[in-house]
């Protein structure tokens, strides 16, 4: 939303196990008679030692994209490299995708919102693009009134309480009884997870939703919380839900109860990780987090699965530190390329470390860059995409629906970004990635996964060469050009102990990926 400067275009080298064209391997000096005797072929990519391997990807096509057709688990953090989850198999699970505002409560401007939201469609295009994971969005805010969050005008039934009566609450329906748990809302959250593991696509529930109640409370906004608005005689308005210095023993009740059937809805699926809330904000919700994840992890050790339970950005007043220190399994920073050390599993999204504006001004080799700088720094990666939300200056969705502000296809400026991510999930499948870990002193560019002597992955943000520190030994390689989503070239190449250049052969972003041994994965 807001926060960080724009960041330098960056081109991304891949070295890791399968074979990316282009790569002019230079030796940064002279070799030794010894280191003669290992190395072999020249720079030219095209040389006979450099000859495309009979099980490369072919140049001048797309990467096939590489996912699994259902989401196993339940995920937990991965012992042998805690950057990522695992389902228990010992496999590195990385996690990308897109989310959207209306993917659980139908949203929209007009009152009560007028467009379905589509997700059987939704769910084939996150497989189109190569996603395995959202965001399921709650909403706190019937309606949070005329906002620069056109998307969050009006959200629609069902809602996580009953709207019961007697009496209107501010926004003209009926009041909430916040005793009585909506089971059609719990049914639709089911729903809809289920749907999502059925497409290879992990779901982070979302418990509670603090930006609304920071910067959203209006007039008419429906507050469940606020006295007039339930039969209750509750009055916790405004941050007071997320703040345990306001809220009394009977409100945080009333959440223990919600988040007790969040948990019983969800608990026995594979596909589940938990987000305490969006962007509530610090110092105040601080606390609260804690002791919400405190009472989740507790509650969830009683039933069969547990599940990774998340804590991200807080806006305003937040601290990354904050997210380390905590007790969470997994983070969402507020860096643009936080720092990837295995402490907790990061998954960066643009919600809070790559807001809109940054993205309109930074364009298409911005967007890809922060993808794949990301990446290669051992993060996973999420974009809070506008979707089909009609925002003027941020998000031009083509065709026309019930209400203006809601679009039928999204808007292609996202695309870069939409399509670097997707590539990511085909090389974090078709590498060794639990064995891969940031080495940022490996590489001239600072962006580099490797495990070293058998797959380097190197991100470069700038057009040229740039030089790889390697063991000895033959190299399979492969060119993978961004701007495309194409492979240029393949092949392999000797080469001694040291530091090498590598070249790509144009003027734009590059991804190399090398590794001693074929890809095992095509």
């Not at 993205?359 to 996973?380: C, I, M, P, Y």
């Not at 240029?488 to 090398?514: E, M, N, Q, R, W």
């Amino acid at each position: 939303m807001r926060k960080q400067s724009p960041f330098l275009v960056s081109v991304v080298v891949f070295l890791v196990s399968v074979m990316f064209g282009d790569a002019l391997p230079g030796v940064a000096q002279p070799p030794t008679p010894q280191q003669k005797e290992h190395s072999s072929g020249g720079n030219d990519p095209h040389s006979k030692a450099s000859k495309p391997m009979h099980d490369a990807q072919e140049s001048g096509k797309a990467p096939t994209h590489l996912r699994a057709q259902t989401a196993t688990g339940p995920l937990r953090v991965n012992p042998a490299n805690p950057r990522y989850f695992t389902d228990g198999s010992g496999k590195a699970i990385y996690l990308t995708g897109s989310h959207t505002w209306a993917n659980l409560m139908d949203r929209g401007t007009l009152h009560p919102p007028q467009v379905p939201f589509d997700y059987p469609g939704y769910m084939k295009w996150m497989v189109a693009h190569n996603f395995n994971f959202m965001r399921l969005w709650t909403a706190e805010l019937p309606d949070s009134a005329d906002t620069d969050d056109v998307d969050e005008n009006t959200v629609g039934l069902p809602w996580k309480w009953l709207r019961t009566g007697p009496g209107l609450a501010n926004d003209g329906g009926l009041k909430f009884d916040l005793t009585k748990l909506d089971q059609s809302y719990f049914d639709h959250m089911r729903a809809r997870t289920i749907t999502a593991g059925q497409h290879g696509i992990y779901v982070s529930v979302m418990l509670f939703n603090g930006y609304e109640l920071q910067f959203e409370t209006n007039a008419i906004d429906g507050d469940p919380y606020r006295a007039s608005n339930n039969i209750n005689n509750i009055d916790c308005p405004g941050n007071c839900p997320t703040d345990s210095s306001q809220m009394s023993d009977e409100v945080w009740n009333i959440e223990k109860i919600y988040m007790q059937k969040v948990i019983d809805t969800v608990n026995d699926l594979d596909n589940v990780l938990y987000e305490v809330s969006n962007e509530s904000g610090s110092p105040f919700s601080d606390a609260w987090q804690a002791k919400v994840i405190s009472f989740v992890k507790q509650y969830e050790s009683t039933k069969p699965r547990q599940h990774p339970v998340g804590m991200t950005f807080q806006w305003k007043g937040g601290s990354d530190l904050t997210l380390y220190r905590s007790a969470a399994d997994w983070i969402s920073a507020g860096s643009h390329v936080p720092p990837s050390d295995g402490t907790k599993v990061i998954i960066n999204d643009t919600d809070h470390a790559y807001g809109p504006p940054e993205l309109k001004h930074d364009g298409a080799k911005g967007q890809r860059a922060w993808v794949w700088e990301n990446f290669t720094s051992g993060s996973n990666v999420a974009l809070m995409d506008p979707y089909l939300v009609v925002w003027p200056g941020r998000n031009a969705p083509a065709g026309k629906t019930a209400d203006s502000r809601v679009g039928l296809e999204p808007d292609p400026f996202y695309a870069p970004i939409r399509d670097a991510m997707g590539m990511t999930l085909t090389y974090a499948n078709r590498m060794n990635l639990v064995a891969m870990t940031p080495q940022p002193s490996l590489c001239s560019t600072h962006f580099c996964l490797a495990n070293p002597g058998t797959e380097y992955l190197v991100y470069q943000p700038y057009p040229g060469p740039f030089s790889v520190n390697l063991a000895a030994g033959t190299y399979h390689y492969e060119w993978l050009d961004p701007t495309s989503n194409r492979i240029t070239s393949s092949g392999a190449v000797s080469v001694f102990k040291g530091d090498h250049t590598f070249t790509p052969a144009y003027k734009a972003d590059a991804i190399l990926y090398l590794s001693v041994a074929p890809n095992r994965k095509r």
